[in-house]
């Protein structure tokens, strides 16, 4: 077998691997998010279907799919079908440059347990993101509906505030690994510690700038419920909500393996060293703290109002994160860490 | 006739001589004004005698006399009774001049009294069908009409049990026997009902006034009926400058099932689980209020022992409690935080229904008032469990609540200076209850007009000054604790006895009017019954107040943001039921 023929055979199963993860994954986030969710709030949760109701999200995919789509009359098609593609997408590919262990012998060949390991796997990470916005802006603006419009405006405005404190909020790590490329960041970690430690307030921000990366509560003003009835997905039904849906569970979990990565680790843990395939699991239990931990922000914060939301973006994270930087910067220059 | 009223009176009758004359008919306590001078009697009746809240407005159509009659209720805002003013018309020519720029809390009433009754209010701005649909033909609450399935005027039917066999009117009676059309209705595709048009015109010239040089368009947006967050089928028809409400006029009417006709077919009786139904979250209150205004009619055979005064106060503050407890959790609701709140505070409020499942056997529709008394005792036991809820878990719990919310950042500033009323504002809109205390004024008809046995417990009126949806919030807190102070005094105290004397099935009022309020946990909630002796009520008007709380939606609103709407009217606190009656 050459070489090349092996190397994409690699590729794509590992891009196939990381995909049927995500697409499964998916389903029993919203499972665990309903589960814990109930815990918090004094309530069993759903427990009917299966054994612990561990079928709930198989009953729920084969609901939506089954589902009638109804398309308004005045919407515009296409870019009403486009819109949750846009959305789910960028959500998978953005995995992909997501190290979830070192170097593994498998089959005789040495794989890297990485889709890919981009020299600018930070600027790859931020670009993709800022894509997933297009979907929500043409979904509030095809469907020709008020509260979807409304939706949609306030999705691009909180993306351009919360956007630039994020990439600032990446600064600090690359500063400390002296490189854009994930696998470095990681390795920079385990060579010193976790940046978290040298950077907790660019930490601080990231999440917060993450939270609102993938509208989540108390940022959830995209959809908020009580105004906008359900923001950019009003119009949208059956598999189509469902599209919406899966993008929004994917990238949960994808912003909490790009925090993990930048700031605890990635899949750094005691005796990952002499047992890489523990790398996977490591970054796993983070992932999952991480989306605990959002779950927990939802259950517990109401929502902040729009225009707060942009103030604090705004008049707060970027100043802190900016700041940050230049704190970052002059203590490598200074203690030559 | 008390005191304080022969001396309004004679003020009245010295200052317009032959223009205010005393009722004369027989159980009448108010006075008569000519049409012509009501608005001047309203303005000296505010300014000079101090009656500066309107409380209920309303219509009555004397059928035989050939009247149509408006009834006003006023009270001062400082506590006492009532003072009641009424206008005849004659039937086919029925205008009065509108009390609305006095006393906005004219307002919906107004528009309620013409919508049922066809009565002209001449000057009311904004003046359209309120409870009824667009297109509706005729003035239902008029004597004369009759609506699809009419049998008979008065319950019980004599046709509903022939020979004992079931038997349903509508089997017989088919539709469109006695519906009447509007012009033009047989051609539905023409046909367009102008009221809809009147809204959204009358909203865009609200809108108007707001713009500036800079050439923007508004956006009209309905929230509702069909939004989640208007607390059942209610509807704001908004007006947005970007996120900004520049008008707002609320909509409703989409529940209505003309609760008042129902109750006017019925007899006496018949009406107490039907007020059940009013404000569904409070219904032992809605009982209340119904028996009282009864009660006062029948003199000393509604006379009421004391156990069952005792009963009545502690399952009033119960209700209160937790009208409350569901009002905090679903605002925070409204605020965005995802049911947990509301869910910790529901489940406080399960264990007082507990309490009500066990003493009159429902959860929430009771039935449990009756005239002269309560349907029956606390079965044993009960008493233990509501010690236990009242004196050791429920002022935790509150502890609790006050602790986690009232300083929690998003909260305050989510609230602090939203939707701010004036406690002048809020006079003249005549809110009740909590919004109006978290206004600054110190108004609760169990001090200012004590009813059953208030008079002998010891409680602050709980009162916040700024009247924003963060005092309207603490408020209903300080409230609960207030209410649990009454029942500590009503559990130490309550007395052996009797609950009911007799239960009278079939009771004849004696002759005249009365107006039954009580406090509410949402606000002033009135009966307005007029008897004419027999076995049903010839008038029977619930003066809801969710319904007149709403009139102030639109001042707090305007100018605020869309999230703030949503809030404001959680702050507020309805229930569709009986805004829609």
């Not at chain 1, 092996?6 to 994954?25: M, Q, S």
């Not at chain 1, 005045?74 to 997501?98: D, G, H, K, Q, S």
């Not at chain 1, 470095?184 to 660019?202: F, N």
């Not at chain 2, 606000?523 to 319904?547: K, W």
Request: charge should be negative; aromatic fraction near 12%; glycine fraction near 8%.
């Amino acid at each position: 077998m050459n070489e090349t023929l092996a190397f994409i055979l690699e590729w794509v199963i590992k891009g196939a691997v990381l995909i049927a993860i995500l697409l499964t994954g998916f389903a029993y986030t919203t499972y665990f998010e309903r589960r814990f969710l109930a815990r918090i709030q004094i309530r069993v949760g759903p427990n009917r279907a299966g054994p612990f109701g561990l079928l709930q999200p198989v009953a729920d995919g084969i609901k939506l799919i089954f589902k009638e789509e109804v398309e308004p009359a005045e919407a515009y098609r296409f870019a009403f079908l486009l819109a949750p593609v846009m959305t789910m997408v960028p959500a998978v590919v953005i995995m992909a440059v997501i190290p979830w262990g070192d170097k593994v012998v498998m089959f005789g060949r040495e794989i890297a347990l990485a889709v890919t390991d981009l020299n600018v796997g930070v600027l790859y990470l931020l670009s993709i993101a800022s894509i997933s916005v297009y979907g929500i802006v043409l979904a509030g603006w095809s469907s020709n509906n008020k509260y979807a419009m409304m939706g949609g405006i306030r999705s691009t405005a909180q993306m351009i505030s919360y956007e630039l404190a994020l990439g600032l909020s990446f600064v600090p790590p690359i500063l400390l690994a002296g490189s854009l490329s994930m696998s470095e960041i990681i390795q920079g970690q385990q060579s010193s510690a976790w940046y978290i430690v040298y950077a907790p307030l660019a930490a601080i921000v990231c999440f917060i700038a993450l939270l609102a990366e993938v509208n989540r509560a108390p940022f959830d003003m995209v959809e908020a419920e009580q105004e906008l009835v359900a923001g950019y997905v009003t119009e949208y039904s059956g598999m189509k909500f469902a599209l919406f849906f899966m993008g929004e569970y994917i990238k949960m979990a994808a912003v909490s393996a790009i925090f993990a990565t930048m700031f605890l680790g990635g899949f750094d843990g005691p005796g990952v060293d002499t047992y890489a395939w523990l790398g996977p699991i490591y970054l796993f239990l983070k992932i999952f703290g991480l989306l605990g931990l959002m779950i927990w922000i939802r259950a517990t914060l109401p929502r902040l109002r729009y225009d707060r939301l942009m103030a604090f973006g705004w008049k707060v994270l970027i100043p802190i994160a900016l700041l940050n930087v230049f704190i970052t910067a002059a203590l490598i220059v200074g203690l030559g860490i | 006739m008390t005191e304080e009223l022969v001396v309004t009176l004679s003020a009245l009758e010295t200052r317009f001589p032959d223009v205010v004359k005393k009722d004369e008919r027989k159980g009448y306590e108010g006075f008569l004004v000519d049409t012509k001078n009501l608005v001047e009697v309203a303005t000296v009746i505010r300014d000079e005698l101090g009656y500066d809240y309107l409380s209920s407005v309303t219509g009555v159509d004397y059928l035989e006399e050939e009247l149509l009659e408006v009834v006003y209720h006023f009270y001062r805002s400082t506590g006492g009774k009532s003072l009641v003013l009424s206008v005849q018309v004659p039937r086919k020519k029925a205008v009065v001049p509108s009390l609305y720029d006095l006393f906005i809390s004219a307002d919906f009433q107004e528009r309620e009294a013409w919508d049922l009754y066809g009565i002209k209010f001449e000057g009311h701005p904004d003046l359209r069908r309120i409870l009824m649909w667009e297109g509706f033909e005729g003035f239902p609450m008029r004597k004369d009409y009759q609506e699809a399935f009419f049998v008979e005027d008065q319950k019980p039917f004599a046709n509903r049990w022939p020979e004992g066999k079931v038997f349903r009117s509508e089997d017989e009676n088919q539709f469109g026997k006695n519906v009447q059309y509007p012009k033009g209705f047989d051609k539905p595709k023409k046909w367009d009902p102008e009221e809809e048009d009147l809204l959204y015109a009358g909203l865009q010239e609200l809108g108007k006034k707001d713009s500036g040089d800079l050439a923007t368009d508004h956006v009209v947006v309905n929230m509702g009926p069909q939004h989640p967050s208007t607390h059942g089928v209610f509807r704001m028809a908004v007006v947005l400058d970007g996120e900004r409400i520049v008008a707002l006029k609320p909509v409703m009417g989409y529940l209505h099932r003309n609760h008042e006709k129902i109750g006017e077919r019925n007899t006496y009786l018949h009406n107490i689980p039907f007020t059940d139904r009013l404000d569904y979250l409070s219904s032992m209150v809605n009982n209340h209020g119904y028996v009282l205004a009864v009660e006062k009619l029948l003199g000393k055979k509604g006379a009421v022992p004391e156990r069952a005064e005792y009963i009545r106060v502690i399952m009033s503050e119960l209700t209160r409690v937790s009208n409350h407890l569901w009002a905090i959790g679903f605002l925070l609701n409204d605020l965005g935080a995802f049911f947990t709140p509301s869910l910790y505070a529901i489940e406080e409020r399960e264990l007082i229904l507990d309490i009500f499942e066990a003493t009159t056997g429902a959860r929430m529709m009771n039935n449990y008032f009756r005239f002269g008394g309560v349907a029956r005792d606390f079965p044993p036991g009960v008493l233990e469990k509501l010690n236990s809820i009242v004196f050791e878990r429920l002022p935790r719990k509150v502890d609790e609540l006050d602790v986690y919310l009232t300083d929690n950042e998003v909260v305050a500033s989510r609230t602090k200076g939203v939707g701010v009323l004036s406690p002048e504002e809020a006079i003249a809109h005549g809110v009740g209850g909590p919004v109006l205390r978290a206004s600054g004024v110190p108004y609760d008809v169990r001090r200012a007009d004590p009813y059953s046995i208030y008079d002998r417990f010891d409680f602050d009126v709980a009162v916040r000054y700024h009247g924003d949806c963060y005092d309207r919030y603490i408020i209903r807190i300080d409230e609960i604790r207030q209410s649990l102070r009454i029942l500590q005094q009503a559990l130490k105290d309550i007395p052996e006895g009797p609950v009911l004397l007799k239960n009278p099935y079939n009771i004849r009022v004696p002759e005249g009017e009365s107006y039954g309020r009580v406090e509410a946990p949402k606000g002033e909630l009135g009966f307005y019954i007029v008897s004419d002796g027999t076995a049903n009520p010839y008038r029977y008007h619930v003066r809801a107040p969710s319904f007149v709380n709403l009139t102030a939606l639109e001042k707090m609103c305007v100018g605020q943001l869309v999230a703030d709407a949503v809030v404001v009217l959680g702050s507020i606190d309805i229930v569709l039921g009986e805004v829609d009656r």
